[in-house]
């Protein structure tokens, strides 16, 4: 992310935080930098918890991590998705070019999770409009399988995916 789009983020999020009449914390920074830092990382609240613990000498709570967490997605810089029945966060890169988020394929074995940018869906959107009139505004999308790694892992054990 370069600076200008760096800086609209930030202002972004002072703009949230002054309609909630809250404020640009040590803490909140801390933990936008935990997610700029890994930008294509889905992090639960306990990897941002460490990863901030770990970067700072600021004393900071778990409570404070989920608080924020709700924060930045209520402001829509963060997106939350469950993952392997844990809710995680990631950098909302959505645009009004691309409004939508990517999807993940999600593997059974390893828990592994890749992200697929692509519009797979638009098709779909645009006839549920057609025959129901529904306007779809946003969409969530995980495909559940093995990834290629697994795949080989069960190959050599004789058992298939």
């Keep these: 992310m370069n600076e200008k789009e760096k800086e609209k983020e930030l202002d972004t999020l002072r703009d949230a935080l002054d309609r909630k009449n809250k404020k640009m914390t040590p803490q909140r920074q801390m933990i936008l930098d935990a997610f700029e830092e ?3 990382e889905h992090l639960s609240a306990e990897e941002v918890y460490d990863i901030v613990r770990k970067d700072s000498k600021i004393n900071i709570g778990l409570a404070t991590i989920y608080r924020t967490l709700d ?3 209520e402001t829509g810089l963060l997106t939350c998705i469950e993952l392997n029945g844990v809710n995680c966060y990631e950098k909302n890169r959505a645009t009004p070019e691309h409004p939508h988020q990517h999807h993940h394929l999600i ?3 390893c828990g592994k999770v890749i992200e697929v940018d692509s519009p797979l869906t638009t098709n779909i959107e645009r006839r549920i409009r057609e025959k129901t009139g529904f306007l ?4 969530e999308t995980k ?3 093995y990834c290629e790694e697994c795949q080989k892992k069960m190959a ?4 298939k995916a």
Excluded: E, I, M, S
């Design 136 to 139: 779809v505004q946003d969409h």
């Design 156 to 159: 050599a054990k004789g058992k």
């Design 143 to 145: 495909f559940f399988g």
């Design 107 to 109: 593997c059974l074995g």
């Design 38 to 40: 890994n930008p294509r």
């Design 71 to 73: 924060l930045l997605t």
